[in-house]
């Protein structure tokens, strides 16, 4: 029974159901109007068990009970229209639990296969060939750009997560190309087969994709294996002359123009395919390794810098292409706006119904022609971004690229894997010509230069401490592997991975300890002796605390926190991560400095002139500590500004008995617990220092705020050249600046309304907005 077009809600009835006041049941007459379904209850007199009398002696048929049926269905809709949206009637046998797994009558989404069985017999490749429904040979310009557009449409489906079979394969001339007669669609057809296996190869051999991101399954079609990349692209080629000189011939301007968009179409093809076989790793003998096996003396080779050049040529050649793609939509053959069916020949939507699992059915949308070619475009775009990474040299500066390029493609997971089967084509090897372990050694030279990595120093030929290194960095190179795997999943699942591995983070700080004081042992033995203290401790604390404040500001932006939780957030990342992390930069900006002054043990003792310090270079990281600072002082303006909104009493606050603060406070900050450094703060500090900080008086606390976000502006904007990101924090910086003095100032002093937070700006820092 349908209850939506007269409730307020979807319902759920179940019949016979015993409840305390009687037995439900539904009448569905075929005599009623469908609008006017009626609700009977048994009558209280007659509230006995659904069942006949009992039997006489002579085993007669049970006799059956006479019952009187009430008329309920004007009562029934009145209560309903006293529900909210959302709102579910509880009862004692009747719970949240019933109701989620209670199936709606008459619903067709809860019929298995009630929406997809659509075709009586589903077409298949040689039954659409002998009735006529579809042409294996000499197609019309029209007809191959509506194939052409359909193909694809369904290509960019089956990247958004659903199965190959209900996208791709639904085409029928991808299951039989060598039985095509037509050369375009034919050759179309053996690219279209050599592009998905690319795809799904880049997607699988990074590995870090989730059920609801990709679907590999081929279903058993082997996508052509036995045609290389080279010849789908020479036959693509080949009908692409072909139709160039079709022009010549062609009679009309329509007819020119519908063989033009069909010839950029096929360009496009050819173009975008090179490109995917060109940024695909190739197998090479490694130079490095000839004293192994054969097995390890092959190695992937990511494109070289030159190679990446003409990569990037052949990508703007497709972009322009879409232009003309996206303009001639038109003139292919268009869906039948009363089908699911992408085309209207050679498309079958049930073809492979027998193929997929026995659940559900999975209702699979086929993408809309514009759509598709915008998603095409874009991609590209995200292709020639993705190229850039041959431009990090070092592994600081690829992680940030792997970051910043996880936050601005989110949805595209092919060029999150392109990305990182680029940077690591082998597991162990950076563009498959340098071990990780060296680019992670270089890392933490730049960063803060342990004594033990400088050449001058007597450790960097010790056989003991060499070997200590060495090992260090290759028992802790998967650690380091993993934040690139990391960037690869969805926002989602990064933040899940990122927790647990925190605690691998755990073990290399201890790691990293223990080789600091054993290097510093075997220093102080030496001429002249250098500390080596935490050294790379130091450089293991940063990374560590870089990835427990992006945890943190990751759960505002997949908005996991209720607002009055943003306290004790904010209130950890600016009291202790960003703290921790300006102290980490400083710490190894000073060590930098002390290793630029050595004194010579040669030198004569008797000069007692000071020699003169070198006067550094500007740092690689100066960008990065102003930036921390900014950030720190944005968390602690939204900490004293939520502040002041808590001493006002404009923050909602749970009910005690449906909440516990406590629990909350650990349970946000579980991953933090099994860290050495920094040491995980107690709930009973947040707590302590709250009720400190909510002594001052409100204004006092939105003033306080106001300088934050003023100090962060002022940092922000200090430094030459920003990027997009600081221009959005600078924007909110301003804005909440502007509110705070405004509520300083007393604005609206009496109002208890909450404020708004708006993260539209920036996906971390949102602008606080006052209703009215």
Same mark, same amino acid.
């Given at each position: ?154 290509? #960019? +489906?089956? @990247? ?8 791709? &394969?639904?085409? !029928? =001339?991808?299951?039989?190309? %060598? ?83 069909? #010839? +950029?179409? @096929? ?8 490109? &995917?076989?060109? !940024? =695909?790793?190739?197998?090479? %003998? ?96 995200? &292709? ?389």
């Amino acid at each position: 029974m349908d209850l939506n077009s007269t409730g307020p809600q979807d319902l759920s009835i179940t019949s016979a159901r015993s409840v305390n006041h009687g037995n439900f049941s539904e009448e569905l007459s075929a005599e009623q109007n469908p609008q006017q379904e009626s609700v009977t209850i048994a009558g209280d007199a007659q509230n006995n068990e659904m069942r006949g009398a009992p039997t006489n002696g002579n085993n007669s048929a049970p006799e059956l009970v006479n019952r009187e049926w009430k008329e309920i269905t004007a009562d029934f809709f009145g209560c309903v229209k006293e529900l909210n949206l959302g709102e579910l009637i509880h009862d004692n046998m009747f719970g949240l639990f019933d109701a989620m797994s209670a199936i709606e009558m008459m619903d067709p989404k809860m019929d298995a296969g009630m929406c997809c069985n659509k075709e009586t017999t589903p077409l298949n490749f040689q039954t659409a060939v002998e009735s006529g429904q579809m042409k294996l040979a000499n197609l019309e310009p029209r007809e191959c750009i509506g194939i052409i557009d359909a193909i694809y449409s369904c290509i #960019v +489906s089956w @990247l958004e997560g659903h199965s190959m079979a209900q996208t791709v &394969l639904t085409c !029928l =001339y991808l299951h039989h190309p %060598n039985q095509i007669e037509d050369k375009l669609i034919k050759a179309f057809s053996w690219a279209v087969h050599k592009m998905v296996n690319l795809i799904r190869n880049f997607i699988l051999r990074a590995g870090v994709y989730e059920e609801e991101d990709f679907q590999p399954s081929t279903y058993g079609f082997d996508l052509c294996m036995e045609l290389t990349e080279t010849k789908a692209c020479s036959m693509l080629k080949s009908a692409e002359e072909d139709w160039i000189r079709k022009i010549k011939e062609a009679e009309g301007e329509r007819e020119k123009e519908e063989i033009n968009a069909l #010839v +950029s179409r @096929l360009k496009f093809t050819r173009l975008l395919l090179q490109c &995917l076989v060109a !940024l =695909y790793p190739t197998k090479q %003998n490694s130079s490095w390794n000839v004293s192994s096996s054969n097995a390890s003396m092959v190695t992937n080779i990511s494109p070289t810098k030159t190679e990446m050049i003409d990569i990037v040529k052949t990508l703007n050649g497709a972009l322009e292409l879409t232009q003309v793609m996206e303009k001639s939509i038109e003139y292919g053959t268009q869906p039948d706006p009363n089908s699911d069916t992408p085309n209207p020949m050679g498309f079958s939507m049930m073809v492979n119904q027998r193929l997929l699992p026995p659940t559900f059915p999975r209702y699979t949308k086929i993408k809309d022609r514009s759509v598709c070619i915008l998603y095409l475009a874009e991609f590209i775009q995200r &292709l020639k971004h993705a190229c850039k990474i041959v431009h990090c040299t070092n592994y600081h500066s690829a992680l940030n690229f792997f970051m910043d390029f996880s936050k601005k493609y989110v949805p595209c997971l092919l060029s999150r894997r392109i990305l990182q089967a680029l940077y690591l084509p082998s597991h162990d090897m950076v563009f498959g010509t340098k071990k990780l372990t060296e680019v992670l050694k270089e890392s933490a030279k730049a960063f803060i230069a342990p004594p033990v990595l400088l050449p001058d120093n007597p450790l960097f030929n010790n056989p003991a401490a060499c070997n200590c290194v060495d090992s260090f960095f290759a028992y802790n190179e998967h650690t380091f592997c993993v934040l690139f795997e990391i960037c690869g999943y969805n926002r989602a699942r990064q933040r899940d991975k990122l927790g647990i591995m925190l605690s691998n983070f755990a073990n290399l700080q201890d790691e990293a300890e223990r080789v600091d004081a054993y290097l510093h042992s075997l220093s102080m033995k030496n001429e002249n002796p250098r500390q080596h203290l935490a050294c790379f401790g130091t450089w293991v604390l940063y990374h560590c605390l870089r990835a427990m404040s992006f945890f943190l500001l990751s759960g505002l932006e997949l908005e996991l926190y209720s607002v009055h939780e943003y306290l004790y957030i904010f209130w950890y990342l600016y009291q202790f991560l960003f703290g921790w992390i300006v102290s980490a930069l400083t710490r190894a900006d000073t060590f930098l400095v002390e290793q630029d002054y050595v004194p010579d043990p040669k030198g004569a003792k008797g000069n007692q002139k000071k020699p003169k310090v070198k006067k550094r270079k500007g740092k690689t990281d100066a960008k990065e500590n102003i930036f921390y600072q900014a950030m720190q002082h944005m968390c602690g303006g939204y900490y004293k500004a939520l502040g002041g909104f808590i001493g006002e009493e404009r923050i909602p606050e749970p009910l005690p008995m449906f909440d516990n603060e406590k629990v909350r406070f650990e349970h946000r900050f579980a991953p933090f617990a099994t860290l050495s450094t920094p040491p995980p703060m107690a709930y009973a500090d947040f707590k302590l220092m709250k009720s400190y900080m909510l002594k001052s008086p409100a204004e006092e606390l939105y003033s306080s705020a106001a300088k934050h976000f003023h100090d962060a502006r002022v940092l922000l904007e200090s430094y030459p050249n920003p990027d997009e990101e600081w221009h959005e924090i600078v924007k909110v910086a301003k804005m909440n600046f502007v509110m705070m003095n405004l509520l300083a100032s007393g604005l609206n002093r009496q109002s208890k309304a909450p404020p708004e937070f708006d993260f539209s700006c920036h996906r971390y820092f949102p602008i606080i907005k006052h209703k009215k």
